[in-house]
């Protein structure tokens, strides 16, 4: 098999599965709402979602019993066959039961439906035949209907565990919104790690202050912004108004880049005292030009009660390792170094 012939196969994967998506999204209508309503009702009645299923199915109730606690919603995977021999005692009568299983016929999930019924639960099916022996024996039928399966002989489960690991997704986003799952709620279940702390960590928490932020006016020079920025032992410098707010922000980059454009211009940017025309028409840059000429003006900046969660969003998004920080009013409180993230062991 050539490596060309295995890259195609491994894109037409992708394409299965993708499609299958595609088609389980296209599906989706009342039976999801009902599954969303008991999910409601069990917990409502203090009660938990159950998921169950067996073989790789197992692994993707595990995976979805895991995404359903974290975001609120209490939940336990059932292991079919140790239900039978007294894990049953797992569930209570308000609960309510996934059931995972694409062809419907799984013998250890069949067989466990009426036992927890017997337990006075609510059975939802997720499954890929409709007219399947569990789908008959469920309250609710969320079907999968995602087409064949990518793997040759149509056997092993790839396109119909990821569509159900969707299915799982989808049903666990949902429940966030329904439930009014905060960010707050969600840090105490993500106690440990860089998640929880990017969680609870706000950007007051974790901005350069007082003599660690180099703060300037738009009239210093860039000679008295560098000394700035090397007292502050960073890598930038907010540009202040005389009234507080944000003006600008002058960089290292910024200066490294200024020095390049001169030097490949042929002009030697050290002899301008100011920022002045030079004689090819480009404005002239030295240590002595007003750091307003040279700067990034009105930039990118981040409120103080933003959460560091928010933070990362915008360092990933933008490319850029410094941030301003202002108040409700724009005033300028501070700045974030990304440098600074990984001390705070939020990066």
Do not use: W
Request: aromatic share 4%; net charge negative; glycine share 8%.
């Amino acid at each position: 098999m050539t490596t060309e012939s295995q890259i195609a196969r491994a894109k037409e994967v992708f394409d299965i599965e993708i499609e299958g998506l595609r088609r389980v999204r296209d599906s989706l209508g009342e039976s999801f709402t009902r599954t969303i309503a008991l999910m409601q009702d069990a917990l409502a009645q203090g009660g938990k979602v159950v998921v169950s299923g067996v073989g790789k199915n197992l692994h993707v109730a595990e995976k979805m019993s895991a995404i359903f606690a974290s975001t609120g919603v209490n939940s336990i995977v059932l292991n079919p066959v140790q239900a039978m021999h007294g894990d049953l005692g797992m569930t209570g009568a308000n609960d309510v039961l996934l059931a995972l299983s694409f062809s419907g016929e799984s013998e250890e999930v069949v067989r466990l439906i009426p036992a927890v019924r017997r337990h006075g639960l609510k059975v939802v099916a997720l499954v890929g035949n409709p007219a399947s022996t569990l789908a008959k024996l469920a309250d609710v039928v969320l079907e999968i209907p995602c087409g064949k399966e990518a793997c040759p002989f149509g056997m092993a489960p790839t396109n119909s565990t990821t569509a159900t690991m969707a299915m799982g997704d989808a049903l666990a986003m949902v429940m966030i919104d329904v439930q009014a799952f905060d960010r707050e709620r969600y840090a105490l279940n993500h106690p440990a790690g860089a998640i929880g702390r990017a969680l609870v960590l706000k950007v007051s928490d974790i901005m350069r202050t007082g003599e660690r932020c180099a703060r300037v006016a738009p009239e210093t020079t860039v000679l008295d912004t560098l000394l700035a920025m090397t007292k502050a032992q960073g890598g930038s410098a907010v540009v202040v108004n005389p009234d507080g707010t944000l003006a600008g922000i002058f960089t290292d980059g910024d200066f490294r880049r200024r020095i390049a454009e001169a030097a490949r211009a042929g002009r030697a940017p050290y002899q301008a005292e100011n920022a002045a025309e030079s004689p090819d028409g480009q404005t002239a840059f030295g240590l002595s030009t007003p750091v307003s000429a040279v700067m990034t003006a009105k930039p990118l900046y981040i409120r103080d009660d933003a959460y560091a969660a928010d933070l990362l969003k915008v360092f990933e998004r933008r490319r850029i390792d410094d941030l301003p920080v202002c108040d409700a009013a724009g005033r300028v409180l501070g700045l974030v170094d990304i440098q600074d993230l990984p001390k705070m062991k939020v990066l």
